[in-house]
C-alpha cells in the first residue's frame, strides 16, 4: 500500500520550473488541490505535508536531485516506513512528452536521483511514477535544467495534473486496475468518470475511465 509519495526534484527559484523537477510540481499539485500545506521536516532535509483522505504523507527532498536518498531515507526513519510504503514521482528522458509509466520496481534507469534511493534504501522494490519529458537531442544535464518549451508546458501541466490524480488512485484503488489507468493515460484523451469503492477503507472514489477524443 503506498503511504508516502515523494516529488523529486531541486530546491530554489532557478529550478522550479525546469524539466527535472516535474516530480515537485505533481506532489505541489496533489497537495494543492487538497488545500494542505507543506513545513520543513528533519534537520531540514525535506519538506513534508499530509494528505487525510487518503492518508498520505508527500515529500519533496531538500538536498538536491544527486542526493535524493538522504532525504527519502530520514522520512523513512521518522515515519517507520519501509521500501514497500514509497511511491517515487520523477522525469524521465527516455519516455515521450507528458507520458505517464508506473510500476512497483526495476532499475534507475540513469536517474540519478531514483538511484541514490536505490542505493541508499538497499533495494530497487520501490514503487515510481515516471513523467516523460521527451528525449535530449544534445547535452542531457543541459537539457533537464533547462525550461519548457511554451508548447511544451501545455502538454506536461496535462500530464502533471492526471500524474496526480494517478497517485489517487494507487493510494485507493486496486493497484493493477489504477497501474492500468496510469500507463494507458496519454495527453489529448478525454475522461469518463465512474463510482468505485476504494480498497484502502477510504469509502466512495472516482476513477477516470479512458475514452479518445473523436
Same mark, same amino acid.
Given at each position: 500500500m503506498v503511504r508516502c509519495v515523494? $516529488?523529486? $526534484? =531541486? *530546491? $530554489?527559484? +532557478?529550478?522550479?520550473?525546469? !524539466?527535472? =523537477?516535474?516530480?515537485? !510540481?505533481?506532489?505541489?499539485?496533489?497537495a494543492a488541490w487538497r488545500g494542505v500545506g507543506w513545513r520543513k521536516g528533519w534537520w531540514r532535509k525535506y519538506w513534508e505535508? +499530509?494528505? !487525510?483522505? *487518503? #492518508?498520505?504523507?508527500?515529500c519533496k527532498p531538500a538536498t538536491y536531485m544527486n542526493r535524493s536518498g538522504e532525504a527519502v531515507a530520514e522520512? #523513512?526513519?521518522?515515519? +517507520?516506513l519501509g521500501a514497500s510504503d514509497l511511491l517515487v514521482v520523477y522525469d524521465d528522458v527516455d519516455l515521450p512528452l507528458g507520458r505517464l509509466r508506473v510500476r512497483r520496481g526495476g532499475s534507475a534507469g540513469g536517474h540519478n536521483g531514483m538511484q541514490s534511493i536505490v542505493e541508499r534504501l538497499g533495494t530497487k522494490e520501490i514503487a515510481r511514477l515516471r513523467v516523460g519529458i521527451g528525449r535530449s537531442e544534445g547535452d542531457r544535464v543541459a537539457y533537464v535544467l533547462g525550461l519548457f518549451r511554451p508548447e511544451e508546458e501545455e502538454v506536461i501541466e496535462e500530464a502533471i495534473k492526471a500524474a496526480a490524480r494517478g497517485i489517487e488512485l494507487l493510494a485507493t484503488q486496486p493497484w493493477e486496475r489504477a497501474q492500468a489507468w496510469v500507463n494507458a493515460w496519454r495527453p489529448g484523451v478525454e475522461v469518463e468518470t465512474v463510482k468505485g469503492n476504494g480498497d484502502a477503507g477510504n469509502g466512495s472514489v472516482t476513477f477516470n475511465r479512458l475514452r479518445k477524443q473523436e
Open positions: 515523494v $516529488g523529486l $526534484g =531541486n *530546491p $530554489g527559484k +532557478e529550478y522550479a520550473w525546469t !524539466r527535472h =523537477n516535474v516530480g515537485f !510540481r505533481v506532489v505541489d499539485t496533489l505535508a +499530509e494528505l !487525510r483522505a *487518503p #492518508c498520505l504523507l508527500l522520512v #523513512c526513519d521518522r515515519h +517507520e
